[in-house]
C-alpha cells in the first residue's frame, strides 16, 4: 500500500508561484519512490514525468553546477537545502553543455532571483530545457527516507500524470530502469574531440606539458583546471581508442567522472590498460577512480546511498591532512584499506589506498607504487566547492615531470651509447 505525503502547502491543487514577470499557478505533482512512499506537492519546471533514481546532494550552494554536471544523469536530484533558485542562472556557471538531473526536487523554490549575475530563473530554464521538477515537499523527510532504506528508483509526476493511481504511479517507477547495470557515459560525452589552450586561461608563455583526457561526463572547470597551470588538454570522447590517444602525443593520461555503473565500463578499462602498460603517467578522478580500480583488477559496488554534496570529509593517509570535498559518486571501489598490497592484475604491482572518506571508510583515492598512476574519488575541480584538493592536478604534473625526466635520461643514455 503506497505511504501519501501532505505537504505545507495551501492547496495542492493550485499552488500560486511567482516569477519576475508574473504569478502563475502550479499543477499539482507527485514524487513517488519504488517502496511505495509518495510526496505530494506542486510542479516545478516542466510538467510531465521524469524517471531514474532518488538521490540527495548536501550542498548549501552551487545547485547550478548540481544540476549541469553530467555524472547526474538520469537521477532525480533532493536538494538538502530549503532554499533553491535565489541567485537564478548564469551562462558563466554551468558544468556543461546542457542540464543533466532527470528531475529535481526542492522544498522551498525562490519566488524570484535576487543576483548581480543572475539572467534568468532557474524555473524558467527547467521549463526551457524540459526538466521536471517538484517543490513543496519535505525534501528532510525524503532524504532521512533515502539515507535508511537507500538510494532508489523513483518518478516525478506533475498535471496530468499525477492524476494516475496511486498503483499506476508506483508501477511506472518499478517498470524503470534500475542505476545497476546502466551504461550511460557514452550517453553524456561529447561526440567530437576537442583542445583547452593553456593561453585562453590566464597562462603565458609555451604549454608545459600536454594530456588526453577521456570525457566520461567531464565537468567544464576541470580542463580549465589544468589549463591555468599552462597543461594543454585534448577533450576525447568516451569512445577514445589507444590510436586515438597516441594520435595527440600526449605526456599524461586522463579520465573524468561520469555518471552510471562501473562495471559497464569494459572499453575505459581496456583502454586504461594499454595505458598503463605504456606507462603515460595517469590521473582519474570519480568515475576515473573507479576504472582505475578494476583497470588494476578490483571490483566495485554499489553504496548504500552515495556521496553528493561539497562538504564531504576526507584523510590523505600519506600526509594525514583532512580535506573537504566535493562528491558525487553511488559506486566505489572494493580494494584493502590498510598498507600497501599487489594488485590483483599483478603487472602493475603493488597499489595502496591514498585517501579515505571520514564518514564511511569508503575507499577515496588509490595510488599505484610502481607505475605512474593515481585517482581520487571526489571532484578537485570544486565547481561548486571547496578548494582543499587542488593540489592534485600539480601532483599531476609533478608525476609527468618525474616521466618526461626519466625519458630524457634513457634518451640521452641511448645517444652516449652510440658514440
Given at each position: 500500500m503506497p505511504i501519501v505525503e501532505s505537504n505545507n502547502v495551501t492547496d495542492p491543487n493550485a499552488v500560486k508561484t511567482e516569477t519576475p514577470a508574473t504569478a502563475t499557478v502550479s499543477?499539482?505533482?507527485?514524487?513517488v519512490l519504488e517502496d511505495g512512499r509518495i510526496f505530494r506537492g506542486a510542479s516545478y519546471g516542466a510538467t510531465g514525468t521524469a524517471l531514474g533514481e532518488a538521490?540527495?546532494?548536501?550542498?548549501?550552494?552551487?545547485?547550478?553546477?548540481?544540476?549541469?554536471?553530467?555524472?547526474?544523469?538520469?537521477?532525480?536530484?533532493?536538494?538538502?537545502?530549503p532554499h533553491i533558485g535565489n541567485t537564478g542562472v548564469n551562462a558563466?556557471?554551468?558544468?556543461?553543455?546542457?542540464?543533466?538531473?532527470?528531475?529535481?526536487?526542492?522544498?522551498?523554490?525562490?519566488?524570484?532571483?535576487?543576483n548581480w549575475r543572475s539572467e534568468r530563473s532557474l524555473d524558467e530554464e527547467l521549463i526551457e530545457q524540459g526538466i521536471v521538477g517538484i517543490q513543496g515537499?519535505?525534501?528532510?523527510?525524503?532524504?532521512?527516507?533515502?539515507?535508511?532504506?537507500?538510494?532508489?528508483?523513483?518518478?516525478?509526476f506533475s498535471g496530468d500524470a499525477a492524476r494516475a493511481t496511486d498503483k499506476e504511479l508506483v508501477d511506472s517507477v518499478l517498470a524503470s530502469a534500475p542505476m545497476e547495470g546502466s551504461r550511460l557515459a557514452e550517453e553524456v560525452s561529447v561526440d567530437a574531440a576537442y583542445?583547452?589552450?593553456?593561453?585562453?586561461?590566464?597562462?603565458?608563455?609555451?604549454?608545459?606539458?600536454?594530456?588526453?583526457?577521456?570525457?566520461?561526463?567531464?565537468?567544464?572547470?576541470?580542463?580549465?583546471?589544468?589549463?591555468e597551470r599552462g597543461i594543454r588538454v585534448h577533450v576525447l570522447p568516451a569512445t577514445a581508442t589507444l590510436a586515438d590517444v597516441r594520435a595527440v602525443n600526449p605526456d599524461g593520461f586522463f579520465m573524468s567522472n561520469g555518471p552510471g555503473d562501473p562495471a559497464t565500463a569494459d572499453n575505459q578499462v581496456k583502454l586504461l590498460r594499454s595505458v598503463l602498460d605504456a606507462k603515460i603517467p595517469y590521473f582519474g578522478i570519480c568515475f576515473g577512480n573507479q576504472i582505475l580500480g578494476r583497470a588494476l583488477g578490483f571490483g566495485t559496488y554499489k553504496l548504500r546511498y552515495g556521496h553528493r554534496g561539497l562538504n564531504q570529509p576526507v584523510m590523505d593517509r600519506r600526509?594525514?591532512?583532512?580535506?573537504?570535498?566535493?562528491?558525487?559518486?553511488?559506486?566505489?571501489?572494493?580494494?584493502?584499506?590498510?598498507?600497501?598490497?599487489?594488485?590483483?592484475?599483478e603487472r602493475y604491482g603493488r597499489v595502496e589506498v591514498s585517501h579515505v572518506s571520514l564518514n564511511d571508510d569508503v575507499v577515496e583515492g588509490l595510488s599505484c607504487l610502481d607505475i605512474p598512476a593515481f585517482s581520487v574519488q571526489y571532484h578537485p575541480e570544486a565547481a561548486a566547492g571547496p578548494h582543499d584538493a587542488a593540489y592534485l592536478f600539480d601532483r599531476f604534473i609533478d608525476l609527468m615531470a618525474d616521466a618526461a625526466t626519466v625519458t630524457k635520461t634513457a634518451t640521452d643514455s641511448k645517444t652516449e651509447d652510440k658514440k
Open positions: 499543477a499539482p505533482a507527485a514524487l538521490v540527495f546532494a548536501t550542498g548549501m550552494t552551487g545547485y547550478q553546477e548540481t544540476i549541469t554536471d553530467p555524472s547526474y544523469a538520469r537521477q532525480l536530484v533532493v536538494q538538502t537545502a558563466d556557471d554551468a558544468e556543461s553543455r546542457r542540464i543533466w538531473v532527470a528531475g529535481y526536487i526542492v522544498r522551498d523554490a525562490a519566488r524570484r532571483p535576487s515537499v519535505d525534501t528532510r523527510a525524503i532524504t532521512r527516507h533515502l539515507r535508511e532504506h537507500k538510494t532508489m528508483r523513483a518518478g516525478i583542445t583547452v589552450e593553456p593561453k585562453d586561461h590566464g597562462w603565458d608563455g609555451e604549454p608545459r606539458f600536454s594530456i588526453a583526457a577521456i570525457d566520461l561526463g567531464i565537468k567544464r572547470m576541470t580542463p580549465i583546471r589544468f589549463a600526509t594525514g591532512k583532512v580535506e573537504i570535498t566535493s562528491q558525487n559518486h553511488g559506486f566505489a571501489v572494493d580494494a584493502p584499506l590498510d598498507g600497501a598490497t599487489q594488485a590483483p592484475e
